[in-house]
């Protein structure tokens, strides 16, 4: 089964395998309020993970756990309301699913997990943002309700913003 969960101190290995995994591709690591800090050092790591970041919003980061194998297969940071900057080109919702288990539909649900938090938070309209290029993170969106809204550039990349309204 998986389920979306914050990040606790039993927690500690399948951060460190996740982390790792992601580290030895070389690839930017997303969300991230994920890479933001050393994972190495996870007392100072776990207490600094939803503080404010460069945004300077208040965020919730959870993990998505398989706990049938009892491991970290991604994670989302969800932002509790939208800055200018946030509104032009990064949205509500990071998203990010570990090299190893990429393609297996595991972005869907952590992105429909994620959905159900936000409307916990009490956000109805959530924006997300991807690299036009990024066919995987849009087909994402668009299985969860994402209506595309317009693409735009940002630092000579193209970036399509989608907006879900929350039932």
């Not at 938090?117 to 969860?144: P, Q």
């Amino acid at each position: 089964m998986l389920k979306l969960v914050k990040l606790e101190d039993t927690h500690e290995t399948l951060l460190n395998e996740m982390m790792d995994e992601w580290t030895l591709t070389g690839e930017k690591i997303i969300p991230y309020v994920i890479r933001k800090n050393d994972y190495h050092q996870f007392k100072f790591y776990k207490e600094n993970l939803d503080a404010r970041d460069t945004y300077y919003v208040l965020t919730t980061t959870l993990f998505l756990l398989d706990e049938s194998s009892n491991c970290f297969i991604g994670s989302a940071n969800i932002r509790h309301e939208l800055n200018e900057a946030l509104l032009h080109n990064v949205g509500h919702i990071g998203l990010g699913i570990r090299p190893s288990k990429r393609g297996n539909g595991y972005g869907a649900k952590l992105l429909e997990l994620a959905l159900s938090e936000a409307k916990k938070i009490g956000i109805s309209r959530v924006l997300l943002v991807c690299d036009k290029e990024n066919t995987a993170s849009s087909s994402t969106i668009k299985k969860n309700g994402g209506i595309l809204e317009d693409v735009r550039e940002d630092r000579d990349t193209l970036v399509e913003r989608y907006w879900i309204d929350i039932k």
